[in-house]
């Protein structure tokens, strides 16, 4: 039987949305409202080789969610709203009480409102698009789809900061690690690639997009993964440092006079590919800039790939050696300096990058003599998100529309 799930990723400003038809994992539509609470805010929409486009206002997200649903049958892409099955939500922060993605009902909903604390930005208005929706396609089953939840399997030992003990036990600070939805969704999609169960790999997943994660997954569960607390940890990404001695920012909060939310912005904003070259956040650029001679645009790369291959090392010592690496996110998809630069000399490991293969964008970039794989493995995060709304929600509405034959 086939379903058409609705696949929602709610941003302050932006809804971004893609349908889908599952199992079959094709994509009916997608695309995304932005620039909401504007008078000039734009909406987009493609679906079967057709783009729409208008500049109109949109006054908040309850009114996006009936803009969208609105659009999706002057546009025929359904004939009525009753096709869509289900809707899957994308949510931050899942904390520790949420080790898988969950059916929504008040009680979940009520539980991603209080992980606020731990995700300002994104939770309240995840929770805010959750709402939105449950008004506006009531009686339809809906899933929340956490960032965090992968990473729920990794040990104390993988999760805990070495601070005073209150830390975590009062206030929970622990390393959560984010990107789980592709993590989750490029090791399986290289397991069904190899033909090998993912339950008998070592796999280090490499999200490298404008944030930047790593995951070491050792037999499909998350082991360790470069995010933290805040997606500020890690490695170096567009404009956020990644990890650097945390106690350079009391010295600066007392050089400078910054507040916390300065510091944040520091880290969070200003640093990265940005802060190092003084050029772009954005990788192409940045390797625009090398070319053409910018020291700073070259060492900002180099830099990148030098923290990518330190966490690569610490990950294989983790995992007691590796089967495969992959490359995914906008850089690890596209940008073939990157995975060159990460994979060098990687021979000691038994890692042999096949340079013509790179320079194609295959599917497996190793030489046939590596012992590890090498794979560029595009990330769908929509596709997993309604297929857990497959796993766990359908099942259960089929099993209930069963019901009344009984
Ligand atoms: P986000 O985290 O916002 O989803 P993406 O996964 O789209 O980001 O990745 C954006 C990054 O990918 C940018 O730094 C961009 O420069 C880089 N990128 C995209 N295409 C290429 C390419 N062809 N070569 C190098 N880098 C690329």
């Known amino acids: 039987m086939s379903h058409k799930i609705m696949a929602i990723n709610a941003g302050s400003s932006s809804l971004k949305f893609q349908l889908l038809r599952l199992p079959a994992g094709e994509a009916l539509c997608q695309g ?17 080789g057709q783009k729409w486009q208008e500049t109109l206002p949109v006054a908040d997200h309850h009114a996006a969610a009936h803009l969208l649903l609105d659009r999706l049958v002057s546009h025929r892409v359904v004939a009525s709203l009753k096709e869509i099955d289900g809707v ?6 899942g904390g520790e009480a949420f080790k898988d993605s969950a059916l929504i009902d008040s009680s979940v909903l009520a539980k991603i409102e209080a992980l606020s604390e731990l995700a300002p930005l994104h939770n309240p208005v995840n929770a805010l698009g959750i709402h939105v929706f449950r008004q506006a396609l009531p009686g339809v089953p809906m899933v929340a789809v956490f960032d965090t939840s992968f990473h729920q399997t990794l040990e104390e030992s993988a999760f805990l900061y070495p601070l005073p003990w209150r830390y975590y036990s009062e206030l929970g600070v622990r390393r959560y690690g984010f990107h789980g939805t592709s993590h989750k969704y490029v090791s399986h999609t290289l397991a069904e690639q190899l033909g090998v169960p993912l339950s008998a790999l070592r796999v280090i997943s490499c ?3 404008n944030g930047a994660s790593l995951c070491a997954i050792k037999g499909g569960k998350s082991v360790n993964t470069s995010m933290g ?10 404009t956020r440092s990644g990890d650097i001695d945390a106690s350079i920012l009391p010295w600066v909060a007392q050089k400078e006079g910054k507040t916390p939310q300065q510091l944040n912005a520091l880290l969070n904003n200003e640093s990265g590919l940005l802060g190092v070259s003084g050029v ?12 053409q001679g910018n020291r700073r645009a070259a060492l900002a790369l180099t830099l990148f790939a030098e923290r990518i291959r330190a966490t690569i090392g610490s990950y294989v010592m983790q995992l007691g ?10 850089i690890g998809e596209n940008s073939r300096s990157a995975r060159q630069a990460i994979c060098r000399n990687m021979q000691f490991l038994g890692l042999e990058l ?7 964008n295959a599917s497996f970039i190793q030489r046939d003599t590596s012992l590890v794989k090498v794979a560029v493995v595009n990330t769908n995060e929509e596709l997993m998100i309604a297929r857990d709304v497959l796993r766990i929600a359908l099942p259960q509405r089929d099993a209930q529309t069963a019901e009344p034959c009984l």
């Not at 050696?321 to 906008?330: C, K, M, N, V, Y």
Request: glycine share 12%; net charge negative; aromatic share 6%.
């Open 229 to 238: 607390f805040t997606p500020q940890a890690g490695v170096m990404m567009g």
């Open 280 to 291: 772009s956040p954005d990788y192409r650029d940045v390797e625009q800039a090398a070319q």
């Open 321 to 330: 050696g590796l089967d495969a690496l992959i490359f995914t996110g906008g």
């Open 32 to 48: 995304i409202i932005e620039r909401i609470g504007l008078q000039d805010a734009v909406f987009t929409l493609k679906a079967a």
């Open 88 to 93: 899957g939500h994308r949510v931050a922060h």
């Open 207 to 209: 999200h490298l997009g």
């Open 354 to 360: 096949d340079e013509e293969k790179n320079q194609r």
